[in-house]
DNA sequence: TTCAAGTTATTTATCGATATTTTTTGTAAT
DNA sequence: ATTACAAAAAATATCGATAAATAACTTGAA
């Protein structure tokens, strides 16, 4: 039979305060909103093109994640970013997702292996190109990391282990606007073995290897980053 | 100078939004508002005596603390319980409070063994006296968890342990609607004594033993439930 | 009786408008 | 100059109303 005239799913998303909620989050990860930067909802109106009630819902889920500051009466912020937050981001980070992987290790089967297998393929393909895509390398290090973690049924875990990725993300994309090239591969590829072979001591170790690694140079350039900040001032 | 009319503080919280999730949430944690309940703005607007935006910002937030679940255009719900849930919330909740209990010891002050030994004085005269007040001790159960990990300085692992704290509260409160009584005492001594000679490994245990101990417990009163609602089906 | 289609009714999601609150600007006095 | 105060401007938080979507109900036919 003939539905009415609306097509079913609008956007990709269904509600705008989805839709906003996504948008404003993509943007605080990606830097274009930077951090301490105050979200003016009048301002967000016209940009977004929504009004302010999904703005302010969208806003709302995003203080509660982490991403947005809400002040009393005084408006919303970008959530700041120092060294000490990215440390416990990643001290945490590897806590999570070192019990995710070990869970995983337990609990995977066949089907699991073969993610790996597939998307360290794809991850290694990006890595060995000539004209690596910061944004391709991203969407692949993170179905990696995904496929690593496949295995683990905790909901909670889950959650809470997404939102530090994604906090990560943000201090790597800010950090690194400046693209530094480090290598990587072997670790991913230890990673990859370790996990296969079921060794949950070796895989725990290689991740929080590879985590620790990556945060320290994201922190050495945010460090640089201050100091030029301070010598403005 | 004097102010125009309105008292500074009207009700203790700044905005409605604020005074709303609290409600919401308090609500939802003591089985007020019961698991899988649908919640009418329309209606919840009467009860709170609150416009429906402060309503929908604080359900926002409620659904990334996982305390409500919203779907698409159909509103939204107080998140579902389950057996699975409590013992995913369980584990994890070991995990992370284990993690804050080890790097309070490892940095706890002076003060930090003296709150944790006033903290347990106050649990153990609720504890011990004849008529026990469950909201009493709640409180004071509350004060003595925080208490022992106060020196904890991460930011994230406290936010997340919060949460997973009141999801556990909320199920210890639908669960032991009738009141069940258990010798806590002994593990709460151990707890604070393993903390104070800054055993990290006998603390760790003694939190793991005493947080699946309290899950045990509440979990088969869940089944109990359960059961008891399949029969009338 | 059961199933299906159309209609009514409820409720959600959103927008525009209003009243406070905060911040900024301007001015005068020390 | 600098501080203090007052007035204006901007922006927030909130409410009431509207449009869209879902759920409930009724009716009619197999």
Redesign the pocket.
């Given at each position: 039979?003939a539905k009415t005239t609306?097509p079913p799913d609008?956007n990709g998303t269904k509600?705008?305060?989805d839709q906003a909620y996504q948008r404003l989050r993509s943007d605080i990860i990606h830097g274009v909103l930077q951090p301490d930067e105050?979200?003016?909802?009048?301002?967000l109106r016209q940009e977004y093109g929504?009004?302010?009630?999904?703005l302010?819902?969208a806003l709302s889920r995003l203080t509660a994640d982490g991403f947005v500051t809400?002040e009393?009466?005084?408006?919303?912020l970008v959530a700041p970013m120092s060294e000490e937050d990215l440390a416990d981001i990643t001290r945490l980070r590897i806590l999570l997702e070192k019990q995710a992987l070990c869970q995983s290790i337990e609990s995977g089967d066949d089907a699991w292996e073969s993610q790996i297998v597939a998307a360290f393929y794809q991850l290694e393909k990006v890595e060995e190109s000539t004209d690596r895509d910061p944004v391709e390398w991203e969407v692949r290090n993170h179905d990696f990391h995904e496929a690593l973690i496949a295995g683990c049924t905790s909901k909670w875990l889950r959650r809470f282990y997404s939102i530090l990725y994604d906090q990560h993300k943000r201090y790597r994309n800010i950090a690194l606007s400046t693209e530094i090239p480090r290598d990587l591969h072997q670790e991913h590829e230890e990673l990859r073995n370790a996990a296969l072979e079921r060794d949950q001591k070796r895989a725990g170790d290689a991740i929080e290897h590879h985590i620790l690694r990556t945060a320290e140079i994201t922190q050495r350039v945010l460090r640089e980053e201050s100091l030029q900040k301070k010598e403005r001032a």
């Open positions: 039979m609306t609008q509600t705008l305060s105050k979200l003016r909802v009048e301002h929504v009004g302010a009630s999904p302010r819902e809400a009393g009466q005084r408006g919303f």
